[in-house]
């Protein structure tokens, strides 16, 4: 494909392909050539396209203060609240097992690029330059273990045509609206929305509004996906800005490997026969919340439906599954109490106090 | 010589050129040139966030939606002085006190489920009123908040943010206002009545303050959604600032308006 609005310099030292004659060549002197360069600087400056906009650059810190659970520990199996699925995609997730990232074609498989908000990573963020005119031709959002590079094309080039190939980090473009960047995202890979099954397909769209306030930068993702969603979902999530942090830009190594035996070469994929799945009612034992609820849906998101969940709801006596505060505090330092924690797992080992978040 | 002096005209002229283009571009209309000194906080709205608007349960749904079990405070990174607080949470102890509306205070009364009805109360003034909780939150604009004995809303300071951006380095660096028609609301509160930042008892402080960031984005399809990012401190019950997103999408009219007073159980 044409990469079209990128210039192509003559590199450095190349031979000039079509020698021309040397004569009548004057050699700039040095004072013409601050003169010059001084009156264009002076042209720009007044004269720049009016945009606002701000500098993205730098290394954002996750602030896992909404869905920790989802983001961190994970999501239950069977837990749908909050995304507004139709049908089918409800059926898919409740057909899923997590068996399936067992099978050495799906180890390495990446997410789509709307994890970046729905994940719990930090990220590093940085513009690539155009080495002529200094104008921003892209900008760039690190990869994470399971996600890859995002590229955020500014130079103004169009969507490729639809039956071009969709890579890992699909197709971006970006625009400044004010000091917001937004960005449209297509020909991404088919993937999920949750942890947990929940599919998103290849034909989904991502907008998303990039919008920094000093030291902190919030991201509203909406994913628009006529296979998996009856209406498009929002998420929004805020990272710090972080000095400190050391984060890779490149997606971490994977070299897949038979993990289970049954599934290696067989032709076996995991699955949940349709109403075989066990798990559906988990949410409501652990937390009493309605088994249609747990199965999401555009109607659960709005307040009305709290009218509904009303009389179905029942608040469980007591906190049964991460009930230990805020990590890496004193609270957390006595296990007993959390029920289900993860932390519980034999070889887990509790982060020390001064390094929480 | 002579040739250097023909090099050298050349340049002045160049520069007298850029100088003349440069004073010319300079003297364009900006949008902060065109402001008067004296306008209202209405009239420099650079968005318009009056209207109805819905909340949209994307994220921490199990937290919002339903009033969680005591003692599920995940997400939030609160003192273990706060959790042996929110560890006795007793609503009906609540209710009888007459604190129903607790969990409805600044920090908290955006992450209800609900409907927000905004409007100018006056010229200087941003009203935005809640139909869960029945709750009103004034930003004040070019004035310090009123003061006063502590509220479950507080005192609110509000100015917008235009975008801007500055242009160059060093001594040359010039800042310019520019895209009329984009900015945010920046709303800093305090003098807060202690609550709740959750349904559940996870208490916030008196010495509590929260700075919040108010964004308009307007979809290709028409949607419009009013994204806030919102700071909370608390010296007293939160080990690091409190950091969270969310959104409303805007509503045609008031169809769905339902004021429901507040509640300490649901």
Redesign the interface.
């Known amino acids: 494909m044409a990469q079209s609005g990128i210039p192509h310099p003559v590199p450095h030292g190349g031979e000039d392909p079509m020698p021309r004659k040397r004569t009548h060549v004057r050699k700039p002197s040095l004072k013409r050539n601050l003169q010059i360069a001084l009156g264009a600087v002076l042209a720009a400056l007044a004269c720049a396209p009016a945009r606002a906009e701000i500098d993205l650059a730098g290394n954002w810190a996750t602030r896992q203060h909404q869905d920790w659970q989802d983001r961190n520990p994970g999501p239950e199996a069977v837990n749908y609240l909050g995304l507004p699925i139709n049908e089918e995609a409800r059926a898919r997730a409740l057909s899923y097992t997590a068996s399936q990232l067992s099978l050495p074609e799906r180890q390495c498989l990446f997410y789509p690029p709307q994890y970046i908000v729905l994940g719990p990573q930090s990220f590093k963020m940085w513009s690539e330059t155009d080495p002529v005119s200094g104008k921003t031709i892209a900008w760039k959002i690190s990869a994470a273990g399971d996600r890859t590079i995002l590229t955020i094309w500014m130079d103004g080039r169009p969507h490729p045509p639809e039956n071009a190939p969709h890579p890992y980090g699909g197709f971006t473009t970006g625009a400044w609206e004010g000091s917001t960047l937004t960005t449209y995202t297509t020909h991404v890979k088919a993937g999920y929305i949750r942890r947990n099954g929940v599919p998103s397909s290849d034909r989904a769209t991502v907008t998303q509004h990039f919008m920094r306030h000093g030291d902190t930068l919030t991201i509203t993702a909406l994913v628009t996906d006529p296979v998996n969603l009856a209406e498009p979902f929002i998420l929004s999530r805020s990272w710090k800005l972080d000095a400190n942090l050391i984060i890779p830009t490149v997606p971490e190594a994977c070299s897949p490997a038979a993990e289970v035996a049954r599934l290696d070469g067989t032709g076996t994929v995991p699955h949940i026969l349709p109403g075989a799945n066990t798990f559906t009612g988990e949410m409501t034992e652990l937390f009493g919340i309605p088994k249609e609820a747990v199965l999401g849906g555009a109607e659960t998101l709005y307040p009305e439906y709290r009218k509904k969940l009303q009389s179905l709801y029942v608040r469980p006596q007591k906190c049964t599954r991460y009930c230990c505060g805020w990590e890496g505090t004193a609270a957390t330092d006595t296990l007993k109490d959390c029920v289900g924690d993860y932390r519980q797992i034999p070889g887990f080992t509790l982060r020390p106090p001064d390094k929480a978040q | 010589m002579q040739r250097n002096d023909s090099?050298?005209r050349?340049?002045?002229c160049?520069?007298l050129?850029?100088?003349a283009?440069?004073?010319?571009?300079?003297s364009r209309p900006?949008a902060a040139q065109a402001r008067p000194a004296a306008a209202s906080a209405k009239s420099l709205a650079?968005i318009d966030l009056t209207g109805y608007w819905?909340?949209?349960?994307?994220?921490?749904?199990?937290w919002r939606?339903?009033?969680?079990?005591?003692?599920?405070?995940?997400?939030?990174?609160?003192?273990?002085g706060a959790?042996k607080i929110a560890d006795a949470w007793d609503p009906a102890r609540d209710e009888a006190a007459g604190e129903q509306c607790r969990s409805y205070g600044a920090p908290a009364i955006m992450r209800v489920?609900?409907?927000l009805r905004i409007s100018w109360q006056d010229e200087n003034t941003l009203k935005v009123e809640t139909?869960?909780g029945m709750q009103t939150r004034l930003f004040h604009f070019g004035k310090s908040a009123p003061g006063g004995t502590p509220s479950w809303q507080g005192d609110s300071a509000a100015h917008w943010?235009f975008?801007?951006?500055r242009?160059?380095a060093g001594s040359?660096a010039?800042k310019?206002?520019?895209?009329s028609?984009?900015?945010?609301l920046?709303v800093e509160t305090s003098n807060l009545r202690p609550g709740y930042l959750r349904k559940n008892g996870i208490p916030y402080s008196a010495k509590t303050t929260m700075t919040e960031?108010w964004?308009l984005?307007k979809?290709?399809n028409g949607?419009q959604?009013i994204?806030i990012?919102a700071?909370v401190d608390d010296p007293e019950y939160l080990?690091?600032q409190?950091?969270?997103?969310?959104?409303f999408?805007k509503e045609a009219d008031g169809a769905?308006w339902?004021p429901t007073p507040c509640s300490s159980r649901?």
């Open positions: 090099i050298w050349g340049s002045r160049t520069l050129l850029a100088a283009v440069a004073s010319l571009c300079a900006l650079p819905v909340s949209v349960v994307t994220e921490d749904w199990r939606m339903v009033t969680p079990a005591k003692g599920d405070y995940a997400s939030v990174p609160l003192t273990p959790k489920p609900e409907r139909d869960a943010e975008p801007s951006a242009i160059g040359v010039r310019m206002e520019v895209q028609g984009f900015g945010s920046k960031f964004d984005n979809e290709t949607d959604w994204v990012t700071l080990q690091e409190w950091v969270t997103a969310l959104h999408k769905k339902d649901w």
